[in-house]
């Protein structure tokens, strides 16, 4: 079993921001797998099904961002994944708009999010898929920029790269036991 967390914030007002590119990810991946994401338990909305031909659960915790892991916790022990099979989709901005990058461990960096994550599985040995949003531009307020709305003018990089994250994930569990 694998559980695959896009991470973002709840509500209309964040729907389109930098800070919801794991939410937006973790829609592409479950619509790209024919996973609807209609089930609430576990501070959060999820979904059942296949992935890379591997039982698989999309999850969107409703909590803030900055509370995660109380949403990935009980999701995962319910359903008893390990966190080697937990994938984690955020945004990053150490990392170019445009791009991704995959690890299967790491620390949180500046991301409250993963920060959460990390302190409720008691561990940062887990998998996750990293979405460029960087740099901070200048004189802006880190907060501000991760919760402002993407630009128009770069959607369509912004969206090629939750394409690639997709991909990225389904590649990882296809090729990971």
């Not at 973002?8 to 800070?19: I, V």
């Not at 945004?91 to 994550?117: L, P």
């Not at 561990?123 to 907060?143: A, H, M, N, Y």
Request: aromatic share 10%; proline share 5%; charged share 25%.
């Amino acid at each position: 079993m694998w559980l695959i967390a896009g991470l973002g914030n709840p509500g209309d007002k964040y729907a389109y921001t930098w800070h919801n590119c794991g939410f937006l990810t973790a829609e592409l991946l479950a619509d790209r797998n024919n996973i609807t994401l209609d089930k609430s338990k576990f501070k959060g909305t999820y979904g059942k099904g296949k992935i890379a031909g591997k039982d698989a659960i999309i999850l969107k915790p409703s909590t803030f961002m900055n509370l995660s892991g109380e949403s990935i916790l009980p999701a995962a022990a319910f359903f008893k994944v390990e966190p080697k099979h937990i994938i984690v989709i955020y945004d990053d901005i150490d990392i170019a708009i445009g791009s991704i990058r995959v690890r299967s461990k790491g620390s949180a960096g500046t991301h409250n999010g993963m920060r959460s994550v990390i302190k409720c599985l008691s561990t940062q040995d887990f998998p996750r898929v990293r979405i460029g949003t960087g740099p901070v531009p200048e004189r802006w307020d880190l907060v501000d920029y991760v919760l402002s709305e993407i630009p128009k003018d770069i959607r369509q990089t912004v969206y090629a790269s939750f394409e690639d994250a997709a991909a990225a994930c389904e590649k990882y569990i296809a090729e990971n036991d």
